[in-house]
């Protein structure tokens, strides 16, 4: 891996990869994002120096966990989870209510959201799951059925919230690790039968949810009410064209989208950069989709793969997510997009999974082993890894 090596203290050196630098660069571009996002609201200085400043964290965060050992992190996981799981449930009757949700623990105008933080805690855990039931992937009591228990534990405080976009990003990384680490799609696909009724007794118990869904569907029927996002959507991007109309003349971001430096931040910087200056952001995406799986695919155990697969997995869900509401292809999630929308626990999440990334292709990269691998062997995720 192309490293630099950066003394740190007397003894010992810190490695700062390539595409950690990159990672924290676009980080930095997220800033500028935010402060055009927000300049025509509250203040755009107000948003953009509160970014800066976990910027600086979420960039300590990641060199941090890239520097940590595989080992510390499986000896620490137990720890890790409780560390993380708790504050889902303290953050229940502790936290404040934001739009119907109770989701932030608030301190002198400082918000922190454990569900975010929470997300590379519940890879890790999962893809320690995963190796250990590697060997009865096929079975249903033993190889899915713990993994639903494992997914039901970190979602059930998230429901209760409730956070659903949160919770839609922890499902879908689950069934893309289940999946691409070989679990049977029929367990997929009854689980999701199973889960049917529990998201319609969701739709009767918040029927926000089905107005959402029924204004994606027709939103001009409500354009003063639930349609009223998804129009402006509609009107923002619209509006950027193909080229933009520069950063210093957003209009419909300006006056009319909500959120434009947090749910909303793709379509705001659109209309300022227009469909052409946001082709980078795409092609980055992808980058870590390649990134992921190469390295998923070198890696030399089935956890370093899972990790790296998952956590990568994880920012590309969120990601595409984010992009599709404001595309038009989904209904409005409140799914921030990683590394550019406003929002400091988002920002710490997507570092430390992409430093967990960085720590397990390291191990890999370190301590290879040798296997004689015959021809015509599986070359997904993890394929390299030797039996659990």
């Not at 059925?145 to 998230?158: D, K, M, Y």
């Not at 994606?216 to 639930?226: E, G, H, I, M």
């Amino acid at each position: 891996m192309n490293a630099w090596h950066v003394p740190f203290w007397p003894g010992r050196r810190v490695r700062i990869s390539r595409a950690a630098l990159f990672f924290l660069c676009v980080s930095v571009w997220g800033c500028w994002a935010i402060y055009n996002g927000s300049r025509t609201g509250y203040s755009g200085r107000h948003f953009a120096a509160r970014q800066v400043l976990w910027v600086l964290l979420g960039s300590a965060a990641l060199v941090v966990c890239a520097n940590l050992s595989e080992g510390w992190y499986r000896r620490y996981l137990p720890w890790l989870c409780v560390a993380a799981w708790v504050p889902l449930l303290l953050v229940l009757g502790l936290g404040i209510r934001i739009n119907g949700m109770r989701g932030w623990f608030a301190w002198h105008g400082y918000f922190l959201q454990p569900s975010e933080l929470a997300k590379p805690v519940f890879v890790l855990s999962l893809a320690w799951l995963l190796e250990r039931t590697a060997a009865q992937r096929a079975s249903w009591r033993r190889g899915f059925l713990p993994v639903a228990v494992l997914v039901a534990l970190w979602g059930l405080p998230i429901a209760l919230q409730p956070d659903f976009g949160s919770l839609l990003i922890y499902a879908l990384t689950a069934v893309l690790l289940f999946w691409g680490f070989g679990g049977r799609t029929l367990h997929l696909l009854v689980s999701g039968a199973a889960v049917a009724p529990v998201v319609g007794l969701v739709l009767w118990r918040y029927p926000y949810v089905w107005r959402r869904f029924t204004a994606f569907l027709n939103p001009d029927s409500v354009a003063q009410t639930a349609g009223w996002h998804i129009i402006q959507f509609r009107r923002t991007l619209a509006s950027g064209g193909l080229f933009g109309r520069a950063w210093e003349e957003g209009l419909w971001s300006g006056a009319y989208l909500p959120l434009s430096y947090s749910d909303s931040v793709f379509a705001s910087t659109a209309e300022k950069i227009g469909f052409v200056g946001m082709l980078p952001l795409l092609i980055l995406i992808l980058a870590v989709v390649i990134y992921g799986h190469h390295h998923a695919c070198r890696a030399h155990s089935r956890f370093r793969a899972a990790v790296i697969f998952g956590m990568t997995g994880m920012l590309v869900t969120q990601a595409f997510t984010h992009l599709s509401v404001n595309l038009g292809l989904m209904p409005p999630t409140g799914i921030t997009l990683p590394l550019i929308s406003y929002g400091g626990s988002s920002l710490m999440s997507s570092m430390m999974a992409f430093g967990l990334v960085e720590a397990m292709v390291h191990a890999s990269s370190q301590k290879p082993e040798p296997t004689a691998a015959a021809p015509g062997t599986a070359s997904g995720p993890g394929a390299g890894a030797p039996p659990s």
